[in-house]
């Protein structure tokens, strides 16, 4: 039996967004066979679960130190290395959870901020990512997509050495692939929630429900349109954003931008609607049972990309024929195994047309849902959850931990910035994640790394 530490910046309770959920069910699975506690560094409140739970908020190091001595194995992702000195230190055997490529994000989210400002925000998570891929002795990306992008980063850290490359010339004991998965059990509808219940919803309306939040890396803009389109000829379609109030997230433009384009239109609460709240995990089925057709609309850029849209998984799971935009892993999966229609981008047209097929087309829609239920199996968690559970049962250190841990962690800026202002912005930026420990861990590796240049 192993004693695993599992790490999320995200709130643990009845209304957990993606990272929190996928830890969560990391520490179920694990704690099948092992000794598990999960710690969040945001809120906690705490679930029925075989495994102890902790809030241990940011740069309070002293708390995360008792429970990093009592790993053997810490599972974290996200901003945790940041969070805490003695994880940055720690000789346990670490798993960094990369599935979130959190630097491309951020090209995308933060592109609307000053140009200083964006470039500061971007190289905050290069660094913050290429340290955990240099300190990491096993790595997980969501998708084979994730996995050769990581292997490129790796490669340029110089983690693809011969050490690493004789453990396995396919570098999974290195770099595996652990997708976001779905429950074992079937969902039950347990109340109703939509419709006939939210005003302007009607029982024999035709729902597209939008699983999960409203960021910048997706496109609501183009899918209101097509509503825009479709209601004109099928006045029962209705849209319906599931949540709009992320747990752990601050709203973002886009979703004011959504808001005032169904105003300008005259669809909101007519033919759009918008939950100004965030449906509690354990009842997200009930919306998502009532639908017709699960969407996912996004433009293009490189988020696209790399991204493993999780809110899909919740449609596979309540088999719900969907319609996607192309260019991502899903949008490949939808096409291939016909699990709905997938549209290009920015087409609002196509997507109009699409929506209407899936909503009112029976065969297809029978077709699309058999399809799902044949697809579906190969993401339940304790399927993709199978490497990890394997490390775990039998934990290796990464054969070039040794040279990896006399190395100092990458930083990478597109300028070279000095000044009071930059300094003090980068106080500011470390204590958000960290506390007054973090600010002091980074001024300790500048001065190391100054050092090092200057021979001293």
Known sequence: MTRVLVVTNDPIGRTMAGPAIRSWNIAMALSADNDVRLVTTSSLDALPAPFEQYLVPPGRDRLFRKLERWAQVIVFQGHAMAMFRSLRRSQKL????????????????????????YERIVA??????????????????????????YLG??????????????????????????????????????????????????????????GGGLYSWFDPLTLIRAIGLLSARRPTVRLF???????????????????ALAEQLGLRDTAVFFNESWVPYDERQNYLLEADAGVST??????????????????LWTALPMVVTTGDTFGELVEREQLGVAVPPDDAAALADALEKTLFDAAFRKRAASN????????????????????????WAAPDRALVRRTRSVTTRLVTQHGAGYILARVRH????????????????????RRAVSGS
């Not at 752990?248 to 886009?254: K, T």
């Not at 958000?432 to 190391?448: F, I, Q, T, Y």
Request: without cysteine; glycine residues 6%.
């Open 241 to 259: 954003f599931q949540g709009t109030k992320h747990p752990g997230v601050a709203e973002m433009p886009i979703v004011e931008q959504a808001r």
């Open 372 to 395: 799902i239920q044949s697809v579906r199996e190969q993401f339940r968690w304790p399927n993709v959850l199978a490497p990890l559970v394997e490390y775990v049962r039998e934990p």
């Open 153 to 210: 980063q790796l490669a340029a850290l110089g983690r693809l050495n011969p050490l690493t490359y004789n453990d396995g010339v396919d570098l999974k004991r290195l770099l595996a692939v652990v997708p976001f998965g779905l429950p074992a059990d079937p969902p039950v509808h347990q109340r109703q929630v939509l419709k006939g219940v939210v005003p302007g919803i009607g029982a024999d309306d035709k729902v597209i429900i939008w």
């Open 430 to 449: 470390y204590w958000r994640v960290g506390g007054w420990s973090a600010v002091a861990a980074k001024m300790h590796e500048r001065r190391a790394r």
């Open 124 to 149: 905050d998570r290069v660094e913050l990512l290429n340290e955990q891929l240099l300190r990491a002795d096993f790595l997980l990306a969501a998708s084979e997509r994730q996995r050769m992008f």
């Open 298 to 315: 996004h433009g293009v850029h490189l988020e696209t990309t790399l991204a493993f849209r999780t809110r899909i998984l919740d449609y």
């Open 94 to 117: 670490l798993v960094a959870d990369i599935y979130d490529p959190m630097h491309i994000e951020q090209l995308e989210q933060a592109r609307e901020r000053p140009p200083r400002e």
